[in-house]
């Protein structure tokens, strides 16, 4: 094995297994927050609390998900939180104005935003135009759509078939559904990283584009297929999101993508490409939803909460990189023993 | 006699193992120019980087007009007169020539702003000393080489240099761009400068240079006015050492694999034919840029070709991309291992099996163990130092990265292999083991063309060697015919007067 076992006492290990996964430090840093948080409100800890926590978590992480492939390829898709934004608003006109099965309209959201993934991935390796550019400009467009098709209204959830929104709280043996669908996913997207060739050109285009392309792999297929991956799981992401709310308006969703891209970074995705895993960014997700929700149950200023939001984020970013740090000069001590 | 404008004595200067410069000494009078000559890897690049402020010597002392000074960093230089042009310039493109000539102390008014009248006045001037009619309020994007290199010597001129070193500077010219550049270069002696002129073409030292120093891996050769030198004398100061380290195994060599006829690129190369066949290694020798790399990139499908036409195994073929030319069975380990063969972040295992994973695995899933497997294979044939397969390639020394690279083409089963220096920055022993391996892949049927500087590598390891000059094949010499100096006269376009006890000259 090339990483060194850590050395010293309990604590330096504890401290240098952490430094080597930021997947764990997550965990733990939730576990010792959602503690600390039980303390001063006892609510944080009520199933209901956590139902609702979760299904909110489960969106954001399956769109963080999307969002991951694409950083990973030193890329990065602004439009994502638009994608959602259209989904969820046209889900809900067609279950409004048309006798569609709920499943079938699912369906059609899902290809919705395959097809909005597959149009930025078009334009970004056909026109070679920098991603952050492009998806900036679909980020516009496809929210003018969902303005187009709103004309000034918003759906309602008594337009929905009766129980709609219950569905977002519903769960299995005790798990909520959005939370198996986020896990289902995850496992899905993380065996594709891990175990299959796609994956593993999705790491070596991040890492170096020129590399892959004289070791024979056609970069500009990964980064087109990683664009239309986003976009179909932002359409699942929208297709939750006007269950989980039911009401949607032509603004739902709107600032969200710096959610999603703090999730990815939190969730230890290198924003140069080429490293990370998308359980790290779905642990991000949810670390995001539970500093929300924690800062609302603890009845603190409303005017303090996004400081503080901030705050958090970057109080745990630093902390990961101080203790990988540490793990470097660790490993770097070893080796040169 | 005159105080010299610059004086080095005793350089000496280390990159970690490697002496860079030892103990090497050069003297610059006013208004002289003087040439600077030597094999890649003579230390001309190092030496100019310690007159710039890049680097620091080890040991030494510079000299300017007679008193002791330090070059702790390249604003030093400048403000003790020193400047420098690039063979590539490094101007801001989308800075105007003004402004690029006075970014760093332009003129001000009054109020301490920027006065952009003057910077205009003052750039036009410098130009017309120069006798050379350019537009100073336009952006540098867009104009040639040659006038960003005029650019570079007005830069010189504004901050009154004492010292002008032109490295390479002729190397993307073109003949009348050069003669352009010499009478200006003439011009600034003549006002007093003292003009240190690095150059591997020699036809241009004796045309330009009043003395000329050389150097030999890193070491000081000697000094002499041209006028008492000849071509032949030079280039013997230059490559005169022992040969040889590492010949390669006898082999029998096969059928055509690979043949080029009249390929040409947009501007690197012209007209090159040449076949290469199985257990055979082509040596490809010539000066940096004269288009050796060129040719290999169009052969793997990175660039395309203008003209002429490759054929593979008989077959004619044409690479759209890297990956269709590794399909046929092309492989190519680029000069630039770090920029172009590795994926640093990778551990061993997943850089050698990158290129191969379709083959390896034709369903959905990979598998670690079948990877571990290939990977431990070639590394240990390859004998890759490490701690295992799964360490991160960029832990590696350099020549431990090379092989991993060669690991990775070789995994790949392909039947012509193009190297492309494949030991520069690799240290003696790998550089030895690396020509032990690409020995036995030519023993075992592949055709291997063998891109490289290191003449005695060239000669040592060539079945073949193909001289390029300026784009163009200048010479073919089979191996009995192969010296130093023979392939050093191809390589600066000299014409061979074939030396006693060697045949005709064989251009094929």
């Given at each position: 094995m090339s990483a060194p076992q850590p050395q010293g006492g309990p604590v330096a290990r504890v401290l240098g297994l952490l430094g080597r996964s930021r997947e764990l430090t997550l965990v733990a840093l939730m576990l010792v927050m959602g503690a600390l948080v039980t303390l001063g409100a006892p609510q944080f800890i009520s199933v209901s609390n956590l139902n609702q926590v979760t299904a909110m978590a489960a969106i954001i992480a399956i769109a963080a998900v999307g969002e991951a492939l694409t950083v990973m390829t030193k890329n990065i898709d602004l439009s994502v939180e638009s994608t959602i934004g259209l989904v969820a608003f046209l889900v809900g006109v067609i279950l409004r104005e048309h006798d569609l099965p709920v499943p079938a309209a699912w369906l059609v959201g899902v290809g919705v935003g395959l097809l909005l993934g597959i149009a930025n991935g078009a334009v970004i390796t056909i026109f070679r135009i920098p991603s952050i550019v492009v998806t900036l400009g679909t980020l516009s467009i496809f929210r003018g759509v969902v303005f187009i098709l709103a004309g000034g209204k918003e759906v309602n959830l008594v337009d929905?078939?009766?129980?709609?929104?219950?569905?977002?709280?519903?769960?299995?043996?005790?798990?909520?559904?959005?939370?198996?669908?986020?896990?289902?996913?995850?496992?899905?997207?993380?065996?594709?990283?891990?175990?299959?060739?796609?994956?593993?050109?999705?790491?070596?285009?991040?890492?170096?584009?020129?590399?892959?392309?004289?070791m024979g792999i056609r970069s500009r297929t990964v980064t087109f297929t990683v664009f239309a991956m986003c976009g179909a799981l932002g359409g699942v992401a929208g297709v939750m999101w006007g269950i989980y709310f039911g009401t949607i308006y032509a603004t739902s969703a709107s600032g969200l993508v710096l959610q999603i891209v703090a999730a990815v970074v939190v969730g230890g995705v290198t924003i140069s490409g080429g490293a990370g895993t998308v359980v790290g960014a779905a642990l991000g997700a949810l670390f995001l939803a539970l500093i929300n929700n924690a800062l609302l149950v603890l009845q603190l200023p409303q005017e303090l909460l996004q400081a503080i939001y901030g705050a958090v984020i970057l109080v745990a970013v630093s902390a990961d990189a101080l203790l990988s740090q540490r793990q470097r000069r660790l490993a770097a001590r070893e080796a040169r023993r | 006699?005159?105080?010299?404008?610059?004086?080095?004595?005793?350089?000496?200067?280390?990159?970690?193992?490697?002496?860079?410069?030892?103990?090497?000494?050069?003297?610059?009078?006013?208004?002289?120019?003087?040439?600077?000559?030597?094999?890649?890897?003579?230390?001309?690049?190092?030496?100019?980087?310690?007159?710039?402020?890049?680097?620091?010597?080890?040991?030494?002392?510079?000299?300017?007009?007679?008193?002791?000074?330090?070059?702790?960093?390249?604003?030093?230089?400048?403000?003790?007169?020193?400047?420098?042009?690039?063979?590539?310039?490094?101007?801001?493109?989308?800075?105007?020539?003004?402004?690029?000539?006075?970014?760093?102390?332009?003129?001000?008014?009054?109020?301490?702003?920027?006065?952009?009248?003057?910077?205009?006045?003052?750039?036009?001037?410098?130009?017309?000393?120069?006798?050379?009619?350019?537009?100073?309020?336009?952006?540098?994007?867009?104009?040639?080489?040659?006038?960003?290199?005029?650019?570079?010597?007005?830069?010189?001129?504004?901050?009154?240099?004492?010292?002008?070193?032109?490295?390479?500077?002729?190397?993307?010219?073109?003949?009348?761009?050069?003669?352009?550049?010499?009478?200006?270069?003439?011009?600034?002696?003549?006002?007093?400068?003292?003009?240190?002129?690095?150059?591997?073409?020699?036809?241009?030292?004796?045309?330009?240079?009043?003395?000329?120093?050389?150097?030999?891996?890193?070491?000081?050769?000697?000094?002499?006015?041209?006028?008492?030198?000849?071509?032949?004398?030079?280039?013997?100061?230059?490559?005169?050492?022992?040969?040889?380290l590492f010949p390669k195994e006898a082999t029998t060599v096969g059928a055509p694999i690979l043949e080029v006829r009249n390929l040409s690129d947009a501007s690197g190369f012209r007209d090159v034919s040449f076949t290469v066949r199985a257990g055979e290694i082509l040596g490809?020798?010539?000066?940096?840029?004269?288009?050796?790399?060129?040719?290999?990139?169009?052969?793997?499908?990175?660039?395309?070709?203008?003209a002429g036409e490759v054929l593979l195994d008989g077959r004619p073929v044409e690479f759209r991309s890297p990956s269709e030319a590794l399909r046929a069975g092309v492989a190519y380990v680029p000069e630039d291992r770090h920029q172009d063969g590795l994926v640093l972040d990778f551990s061993i295992t997943n850089n050698i099996t990158l290129p191969i994973l379709g083959r390896l695995f034709p369903r959905l899933f990979l598998r670690a163990r079948t990877e571990v497997e290939v990977a431990t294979q070639f590394s240990e044939r390859l004998r890759v130092r490490m701690t295992g397969v799964d360490q991160a390639v960029k832990a590696l020394s350099g020549g431990n990265q090379q092989k991993v690279v060669i690991a990775k083409w070789l995994a790949a089963r392909p039947r012509v292999l193009i190297l492309d220096e494949p030991t520069r920055g690799v240290d003696i022993g790998a550089k030895?083991?690396?020509?032990?391996?690409?020995?036995?892949?030519?023993?075992?049927?592949?055709?291997?063309?063998?891109?490289?500087?290191?003449?005695?590598?060239?000669?040592?390891?060539?079945?073949?060697?193909?001289?390029?000059?300026?784009?163009?094949i200048s010479e073919e010499i089979p191996r009995a015919d192969a010296t130093e100096e023979r392939v050093m006269f191809a390589a600066t376009g000299q014409r061979v007067q074939a030396p006693a006890g060697t045949g005709a000259s064989s251009v094929h």
């Open positions: 929905l078939p009766p129980g709609y929104a219950d569905l977002a709280t519903d769960s299995v043996l005790g798990v909520p559904v959005f939370v198996i669908v986020a896990v289902v996913i995850v496992a899905a997207v993380g065996l594709l990283l891990w175990k299959t060739k796609f994956g593993r050109q999705i790491y070596a285009v991040g890492s170096n584009e020129e590399a892959a392309a004289i | 006699m005159t105080t010299a404008r610059l004086q080095l004595t005793g350089i000496s200067k280390r990159f970690a193992a490697t002496a860079a410069l030892a103990d090497v000494s050069l003297e610059l009078l006013a208004g002289e120019i003087h040439a600077l000559v030597g094999e890649n890897g003579a230390g001309k690049s190092t030496l100019v980087k310690v007159i710039a402020g890049v680097h620091q010597p080890d040991a030494g002392e510079i000299r300017l007009d007679g008193e002791l000074i330090t070059v702790p960093n390249p604003a030093a230089a400048r403000e003790r007169g020193i400047a420098v042009v690039h063979q590539e310039p490094r101007l801001f493109p989308d800075l105007s020539v003004a402004e690029n000539i006075f970014l760093i102390a332009p003129p001000t008014d009054r109020f301490h702003t920027i006065s952009w009248g003057e910077m205009r006045r003052r750039a036009a001037e410098l130009f017309e000393q120069l006798d050379v009619r350019i537009d100073v309020a336009a952006p540098v994007r867009g104009l040639s080489m040659a006038d960003q290199q005029l650019i570079e010597i007005a830069k010189a001129l504004a901050i009154e240099a004492r010292v002008l070193i032109l490295d390479e500077p002729t190397a993307s010219l073109s003949s009348h761009e050069v003669e352009r550049l010499f009478t200006i270069v003439r011009r600034t002696s003549e006002r007093g400068v003292a003009v240190l002129f690095v150059s591997h073409r020699l036809d241009e030292v004796f045309e330009l240079c009043d003395r000329a120093t050389v150097f030999r891996d890193g070491r000081y050769v000697t000094t002499a006015p041209t006028s008492e030198l000849t071509t032949a004398s030079l280039v013997r100061f230059m490559v005169g050492r022992e040969v040889s490809l020798a010539g000066l940096v840029g004269a288009g050796r790399t060129e040719i290999a990139r169009v052969l793997f499908g990175i660039e395309p070709r203008t030895v083991e690396v020509h032990r391996i690409v020995s036995e892949l030519a023993a075992s049927g592949l055709a291997i063309i063998m891109i490289s500087s290191d003449l005695p590598e060239v000669l040592a390891m060539s079945d073949r060697i193909l001289v390029l000059h300026e784009g163009r």
